[in-house]
C-alpha cells in the first residue's frame, strides 16, 4: 500500500512538472476544457449575397450620361453623370415619381425599381437656374422582375454595402446562431437597438441629399432614422431578408421619419408592438425601439403614413 502511494504521488508530481513546462502563453489542455463552452450554431443558411453593381461597357446615353439597365430584372440600375450644376435623377412609373439627388463628377449610383412591372422612364435632371432643372437625358424600359422582392434585397445609395462590408459581417456573425429568419431579425433588431443611439446633434444639421453609410453608423454607434433604417437594411438583406426602407410621416406630430419593413414567411413573434404576420410586410422601427419610445407613441401602426419606398 505505501509502495502504491509514493508510485501515485510520484505520478502527480511528474503531472504537474509537464503542466508549468507549457511555455509562455500556451494553454494547459485541462485549462481549455475547463474554460471553453460551444459556440452556438444554428440551421439558418443565408441565400448567396445579392450584390449591385454598374457595368459602363453595357450602359447606354451621351457625352454626359450612361444608363445600365442590364440589371432591371434583378429590380435595379445604374446610373453616371458628369455636369458643373448639380444633378438629379428621375424614376416615373404610372402616378409615381421618385426623385434622386447624384453625384456630378461621373461616380456610378444604383437605384431601385420599387413600382413593381411595367413601363418607367428615366431621366437625369440638370441645374440650370434656382431650383428648376431640365433634362439633358430620358430613356424608357419595360421592366419585368425576377420577383417582387428583388429591389429590396440588393445595396443601392440608400443602403450601400458589399460583401465585404462589416455590417455584412456582422449580420453574419449574428445569424449564425439563428434557426430562421425570424431568429435573424430577433437578433440584428437587438444589436442595432443596443448598440446605435440617437445623434441629435446631427438631426439638428444634417443636410438635403444626405446619404447613410451604414459601416459608419455601426463604427460611430450613432446616427439619425435614416441612419438606422439604412444599417437594419444592410444587415437584414445580407442575410437574405427582404426589407424596405420607408420614408413618411408618423402622427400625432406628423414628424418625417425613416423606418424599416421586413418580409417573412414566418409567424408568431413581436418586435415593437407589432406582430408579424404570416405572408406580409412587417413594420419595424428601429429609431424609436432604441430610444425609448413608449407604446403609445408607436401605437398599432395606423399612425404612421408611407410615402416612400427604398
Known amino acids: 500500500m505505501k509502495k502504491d502511494l509514493k508510485l501515485h504521488t510520484a505520478l502527480l508530481c511528474a503531472l504537474l512538472v509537464l503542466l508549468c513546462a507549457c511555455g509562455e502563453g500556451e494553454t494547459p489542455v485541462s485549462s481549455a476544457i475547463v474554460t471553453s463552452s460551444p459556440v452556438p450554431v444554428g440551421t439558418y443558411e443565408a441565400p448567396p449575397f445579392a450584390g449591385s453593381s454598374f457595368d459602363p461597357d453595357a450602359a447606354e446615353g451621351n457625352e454626359q450620361v450612361l444608363i445600365d439597365l442590364s440589371h432591371i430584372e434583378e429590380g435595379y440600375l445604374g446610373v453616371s453623370a458628369t455636369s458643373d450644376s448639380r444633378l438629379k435623377f428621375q424614376v416615373l412609373k404610372d402616378e409615381e415619381k421618385y426623385n434622386y439627388d447624384m453625384e456630378n463628377d461621373g461616380t456610378p449610383s444604383i437605384f431601385p425599381l420599387q413600382s413593381g412591372d411595367g413601363t418607367y422612364v428615366f431621366r437625369v435632371m440638370e441645374n440650370i437656374v434656382d431650383k428648376k432643372y431640365a433634362a439633358i437625358y430620358e430613356t424608357s424600359a419595360q421592366v419585368v422582375l425576377s420577383d417582387e422582392f428583388q429591389p429590396y434585397l440588393r445595396p443601392s445609395d440608400y443602403s450601400n454595402y458589399s460583401e465585404d462590408s462589416a455590417c455584412v459581417a456582422k449580420a453574419a456573425e449574428l445569424a449564425a446562431a439563428a434557426n430562421s429568419q425570424v431568429d435573424v431579425i430577433e437578433s440584428i433588431y437587438a444589436f442595432v437597438t443596443k448598440n446605435v443611439t440617437y445623434d441629435r446633434e446631427k ?22 432614422c435614416f441612419d438606422y433604417a439604412s444599417l437594419a437594411a444592410a444587415m437584414l438583406r445580407s442575410q437574405g431578408i427582404p426589407t424596405k426602407i420607408v420614408f413618411g410621416y408618423v402622427s400625432p406630430r406628423d414628424v418625417y421619419h425613416a423606418w424599416n419593413m421586413f418580409y417573412t414567411e414566418e409567424t408568431g413573434w413581436t418586435v415593437v408592438k407589432f406582430t408579424a404576420e404570416d405572408d406580409s410586410w412587417i413594420r419595424l422601427d428601429l429609431t424609436f425601439a432604441a430610444n425609448g419610445r413608449d407604446a403609445k407613441f408607436i401605437g398599432d401602426g395606423g399612425n404612421y403614413a408611407e410615402v416612400y419606398h427604398y
Open 203 to 224: 438631426a439638428e444639421t444634417v443636410q438635403s441629399g444626405y446619404l447613410p453609410v451604414p459601416d459608419e453608423t455601426l463604427s460611430t454607434g450613432k446616427g439619425i
